[in-house]
């Protein structure tokens, strides 16, 4: 009884005190890789998608803990959270975790994440440094996370995404092939999409018009048809029009 107090007076924080980032490429690729996890898990209920949120694994202990940039949880709900108290999520661990390299990273500190990530059950993780623009990789086998020989064309066996290094900057793709964007580059394609929306409409509309006219032009034809017939017939000449 006075250990199931003491364990709940504990007080898990929702903020260890970090900034979610170090400056403006390190945020941009942050936002990027969660968003458009986001949105290709967007019908899935069942997958929980978050960034920069602290997660506790250990009960009872809130020192215990890790912020990743970006992790994705098979098999639990979508819905806003403090803090991942994974015994509160049925114990299930995140499976995917991104981390993103800023000058202020420091080895000592990546070295204590990776570990942490190993230790707590990760099933892949992804560390990039845009700046110098190396992506590595860590697949878990057995109790260990063990480095991938290459990134190139990687896909994730969990997200199914695909990475592609170029010589300036990381290409991820989603299974149907489409590119992770960043929010401009979404604006801009839906800014797009509905510009040719509107040509198609109209294009669609000079048709229809064009149709109309036609059948108007037919119709005269035909009642100035009708008006020579009945006055031939009043000449006593029978018309006979051949048809088209």
């Given at each position: 009884?006075?250990?199931?107090?003491?364990?709940?007076?504990?007080?898990?924080?929702?903020?260890?005190?970090?900034?979610m980032?170090?400056?403006?490429?390190?945020?941009?690729?942050?936002?990027?890789?969660?968003?458009?996890?986001?949105?290709?898990?967007?019908?899935?209920?069942?997958?929980?998608?978050?960034?920069?949120?602290?997660?506790?694994?250990?009960?009872?202990?809130?020192k215990?803990?890790?912020?990743?940039?970006?992790?994705?949880?098979?098999?639990?709900?979508?819905?806003?959270?403090?803090?991942?108290?994974?015994?509160?999520?049925?114990?299930?661990?995140?499976?995917?975790?991104?981390?993103?390299?800023?000058?202020?990273?420091?080895?000592?500190?990546?070295?204590?994440?990776?570990?942490?990530?190993?230790?707590?059950?990760?099933?892949?993780?992804?560390?990039?440094?845009?700046?110098?623009?190396?992506?590595?990789?860590?697949?878990?086998?057995?109790?260990?996370?063990?480095?991938?020989?290459?990134?190139?064309?990687?896909?994730?066996?969990?997200?199914?995404?695909?990475?592609?290094?170029?010589?300036?900057?990381?290409?991820?793709?989603?299974?149907?092939?489409?590119?992770?964007?960043?929010?401009?580059?979404?604006?801009?394609?839906?800014?797009?999409?509905?510009?040719?929306?509107?040509?198609?409409?109209?294009?669609?509309?000079?048709?229809?018009?064009?149709?109309?006219?036609?059948?108007?032009?037919?119709?005269?034809?035909?009642?100035?048809?009708?008006?020579?017939?009945?006055?031939?017939?009043?000449?006593?000449v029978?018309?006979?029009?051949?048809?088209?």
């Amino acid at each position: 009884m006075v250990q199931q107090i003491a364990t709940e007076s504990i007080i898990y924080p929702d903020s260890d005190g970090q900034p979610m980032a170090d400056n403006t490429k390190q945020f941009r690729w942050i936002v990027v890789i969660k968003e458009n996890l986001e949105l290709l898990f967007a019908n899935n209920p069942d997958v929980f998608v978050a960034g920069d949120l602290l997660w506790y694994p250990v009960e009872g202990n809130n020192k215990i803990r890790q912020a990743p940039d970006a992790m994705v949880v098979f098999g639990r709900p979508k819905g806003d959270r403090g803090s991942y108290r994974q015994w509160n999520e049925e114990n299930i661990a995140p499976q995917v975790v991104f981390e993103i390299l800023s000058p202020g990273n420091r080895p000592k500190e990546m070295i204590q994440k990776f570990k942490f990530y190993e230790r707590y059950g990760i099933e892949e993780y992804y560390l990039y440094d845009p700046d110098d623009n190396e992506l590595s990789g860590w697949l878990r086998s057995a109790s260990d996370l063990e480095m991938l020989e290459t990134m190139e064309n990687w896909v994730s066996p969990r997200l199914g995404i695909r990475f592609q290094l170029m010589s300036d900057t990381l290409l991820i793709y989603r299974p149907d092939g489409q590119r992770f964007l960043t929010f401009v580059e979404i604006a801009q394609l839906q800014a797009q999409e509905t510009r040719r929306a509107e040509q198609e409409r109209q294009r669609a509309e000079q048709e229809r018009q064009r149709a109309e006219q036609e059948r108007q032009r037919a119709e005269r034809e035909q009642r100035r048809a009708e008006r020579l017939a009945e006055q031939l017939r009043a000449l006593g000449v029978e018309p006979d029009f051949e048809e088209d």
